[in-house]
């Protein structure tokens, strides 16, 4: 069984531009919940779809947002860039609950010049 | 808020003997509590998870021993090896309704020497 699978592994974009970063879940799982990573404030909770309906939100800026399609794959877009979002995204499925048996992909790093 | 509190930051234990790692939570409505282990380069993995019906929990060399009443749970490595040094994370949450969503511990930095 394939695990998640995250796109790119790496960017490096340049402030006030946009980006798009996309995670397939495990077969099977609806739930994709995606998480910023940084050394200064760990793991942070920014958003979970769940059947293409955004179902719990972090405390993040409306630059942050989501999507899910009808296949469970989610993305998620970063725009107006700031360097403060250099950051590791990762994306987590689970069956139906985020919160239980939640299984991460390798992330995008990304990085803001 | 941190709602959970980790320590230590860092852990430097020898091989072969035991790596324990605390957290402690605020919320009581947590009801699921996983550890993660993240190797540099690499996503977080699911080592182990717990719910506050049991008190402990053992799967191979990893143990997490919960207690409900002090709102603190940890994780212990037994006969720890060089291949463990990574970082883990304790999270929780909780299941009922929609919250949906884990909040980590701010991460051990684990390494087991020679």
């Known amino acids: 069984k394939a695990g998640v699978t995250q796109t790119p592994r790496y960017l490096i974009k340049t402030r006030g531009q946009q980006v798009t970063l996309s995670c397939s879940p495990i077969s099977g799982h609806r739930s994709v919940s995606w998480y910023q990573q940084t050394p200064g404030q760990g793991l942070q909770f920014l958003f979970e779809?769940?059947?293409?309906?955004?179902?719990n939100k972090g405390n993040f800026p409306g630059r942050f947002s989501g999507r899910q399609f009808s296949n469970s794959r989610s993305e998620m877009n970063v725009s107006t860039l700031e360097l403060g979002d250099s950051a590791l995204y990762l994306c987590a499925s689970s069956g139906v609950r985020a919160n239980t048996e939640a299984f991460f992909g390798q992330g995008t790093r990304l990085t803001v010049v | 808020q941190q709602q959970v509190k980790q320590s230590p930051q860092s852990l430097i234990v020898q091989k072969g003997g035991i790596s324990i790692i605390n957290c402690a939570y605020e919320?009581?409505?947590?009801?699921?509590f996983p550890w993660y282990q993240q190797f540099p380069g690499k996503g977080p993995a699911l080592l182990i998870a717990?719910?506050?019906?049991?008190s402990e929990k053992k799967e191979g060399r990893f143990t997490i021993s919960f207690n409900k009443s002090a709102k603190q749970f940890s994780l212990h490595i037994m006969d720890s090896q060089p291949g463990d040094s990574a970082t883990y994370f304790c999270?929780?949450?909780?299941?009922?309704?929609?919250?949906?969503?884990?909040?980590f511990g701010t991460g051990t930095r684990l390494q087991v020497t020679l």
């Open positions: 717990i719910r506050p019906d049991v």
């Open positions: 779809y769940f059947s293409e309906t955004q179902r």
């Open positions: 999270a929780a949450s909780y299941s009922t309704g929609t919250a949906s969503k884990l909040t």
């Open positions: 919320n009581t409505a947590f009801d699921y």
